[in-house]
């Protein structure tokens, strides 16, 4: 891989026996990744992670849900015999893989997000009371180093299949979903709410007046574009 562009994404494919959630799920993410990187081009300061990790095996699903002390809900079982996380998903956090599903540490995290005295209380009332008035018993499946931006599954809401609502914090903005296909989309919703802030900001800058470019610079610029038509070349199939 060049230090030019984005890096190439790659969505593992999915393997006999695995449950299809992916007709909803999986172009939710595809969509996520192709508005990151739009967004990485427009504000390279941003840190959101454009590769996902390799699948998980059952085992090591198996493995996160004795930590956790229950069965994950199924999408995102799904979605970890896919990717087992995801570094720096949005905004800082990743999406937590079975190696950090149920450990303390993140537990801890989540526990003073929710008890912040900045953190504002959504419709509905406080995330944890719902759940038995202890914010712990959340489970958390994604976090910033920081605390700030916060992924939890909320047990008290699992329906018959086992799917469970998700209470985010991204920031001191609450958003609830009924679960995680739903999650993602609200987090493709912010990145294309982003794009229409930032393609406005660009097409507001005023056009700069360019000098006539050398023979070298001219030859530079053509070398860059070919790369480029390259990269789009290797991408196309996940267009």
Same mark, same amino acid.
């Given at each position: ?30 969509? %996520?990744?192709?508005?990151? #990187?739009? /967004?990485?081009?427009? =504000? *390279? !300061?941003?840190? @959101?992670?454009?590769?996902?990790? +390799? ?87 994604? %976090?910033?180093?920081?605390? #700030?931006? /916060?992924?939890?599954? =909320? *047990? !008290?809401?699992? @329906?018959?299949?086992?799917?469970? +609502? ?45 000098a006539p470019r050398s023979k ?24």
């Open positions: 891989m060049t230090g030019i562009g984005p890096p190439e994404p790659f969505f593992w494919p999915w393997r006999p026996g695995l449950p299809r959630f992916g007709a909803v799920w999986e172009e939710t993410l595809r969509r %996520i990744y192709w508005a990151q #990187t739009e /967004l990485a081009e427009l =504000d *390279p !300061t941003r840190q @959101d992670g454009l590769v996902p990790n +390799a699948p998980a095996d059952a085992e090591a699903v198996s493995r996160a849900e004795r930590r956790i002390g229950r069965p994950v809900p199924p999408s995102y079982r799904a979605f970890l015999l896919q990717h087992d996380g995801w570094f720096g998903f949005f905004d800082g956090a990743a999406l937590l893989g079975t190696r950090d599903l149920g450990k303390a540490s993140y537990a801890d995290l989540a526990q003073a997000a929710f008890e912040a005295a900045e953190t504002p209380i959504p419709d509905g009332g406080a995330p944890w009371s719902k759940v038995g008035g202890r914010p712990g018993d959340m489970i958390p499946f994604g %976090i910033d180093p920081s605390g #700030t931006t /916060l992924f939890t599954f =909320d *047990p !008290t809401t699992a @329906d018959q299949n086992g799917e469970m +609502a998700v209470v985010a914090w991204i920031h001191e903005i609450g958003i609830r979903s009924a679960g995680f296909p739903e999650f993602l989309e609200a987090i493709l919703e912010l990145c294309e709410a982003d794009l229409v802030m930032l393609r406005a900001l660009r097409e507001a800058q005023p056009k700069p007046t360019r070298s610079a001219s030859v530079k610029a053509s070398v860059k574009a070919g790369a480029k038509n390259g990269r789009r070349a290797a991408r196309s199939h996940f267009s």
